[in-house]
């Protein structure tokens, strides 16, 4: 015999609040409401072709390859078909606003923060001792043990050490300061002696160091990274009135600025 148990809505708000995150939703709906509302004022427009891209991509990023797939997906998380094409409408939207706002930007951005977005490709092992790590170092210079070995050893993550530590390109402005002055000091291929931070010790291998460029992948990202930080900002000048059916939770924003959204 199957066993039955029923889940009210208020049951998840419940569960959503003893998660301590209704910080986190609340912050999701001024989002939403925020993109809405610029979007409208500044009068951006979706085309129908644009909307079914929108869609399509959003199938591909959660690997909805067949009819049934997309309806089992959306089975999954409780949505219907007006809820998939509102997902796909506030992505075009965000993207379409972003572009909007600061799409003129980007170059201006990179070429002034150019050196941050030097990039190297490290491999990396962090240790919590560090004698072993600096008996590890000299053991690499001497070629005692590789950094595949060393990686195999001291690595939990399966995935990084099954990688012998290769972390890929990372951006200068990714890096803590004190990795970032020595990895890109280094004359590749090079190993750099132990490096300390809250982490622990780094024994970094630097394999390459990449000059920028400003190829779409990150014009896409200084995009996103200006159009976050925008959205932050409208949030923190809003004061916020949370409205539940015990109690009304109140906190400092202006409902007023967002009122054209839905």
Not at 132 to 159: D, P
Not at 160 to 169: K, Q, S, T, V
Request: proline letters at 2%; glycine letters at 4%.
């Amino acid at each position: 015999m199957e066993k039955y148990l029923t889940i009210l809505s208020k049951d998840i708000l419940e569960q959503v609040k003893l998660s301590c995150q209704i910080p986190t939703v609340v912050d999701a709906i001024a989002t939403r409401k925020i993109i809405k509302a610029a979007a409208n004022q500044v009068g951006i427009q979706t085309e129908a072709e644009e909307l079914q891209q929108a869609a399509n991509s959003l199938r591909q990023a959660n690997k909805l390859l067949k009819a049934e797939d997309t309806w089992e997906w959306l089975e999954k998380h409780h949505l219907s078909l007006d809820d998939f094409e509102e997902l796909a409408y506030t992505k075009l939207l965000s993207k379409k606003l972003a572009i909007h706002l600061f799409g003129n930007e980007v170059e201006r951005i990179f070429y002034e923060h150019q050196l941050d977005y030097t990039g190297a490709v490290i491999y990396q092992v962090i240790l919590d001792d560090k004698d072993l790590a600096l008996e590890l170092f000299y053991a690499l210079q001497e070629g005692e043990i590789t950094f595949q070995e060393l990686a195999r050893q001291y690595i939990q993550e399966t995935e990084i050490r099954r990688a012998g530590g290769y972390l890929g390109i990372q951006r200068r402005a990714e890096m803590k300061p004190e990795i970032a002055a020595a990895v890109f000091a280094a004359t590749p291929p090079q190993i750099l002696k132990p490096i300390m931070t809250q982490k622990g010790v780094h024994l970094i291998r630097v394999e390459e160091i990449i000059q920028p460029e400003l190829d779409e992948q990150l014009r896409v990202k200084i995009l996103s990274d200006l159009f976050t930080n925008w959205l932050k900002q409208q949030i923190a000048e809003l004061k916020i009135v949370i409205q539940m059916e015990d109690k009304n939770i109140q906190s400092e924003v202006n409902e007023d600025k967002v009122a054209n959204g839905n």
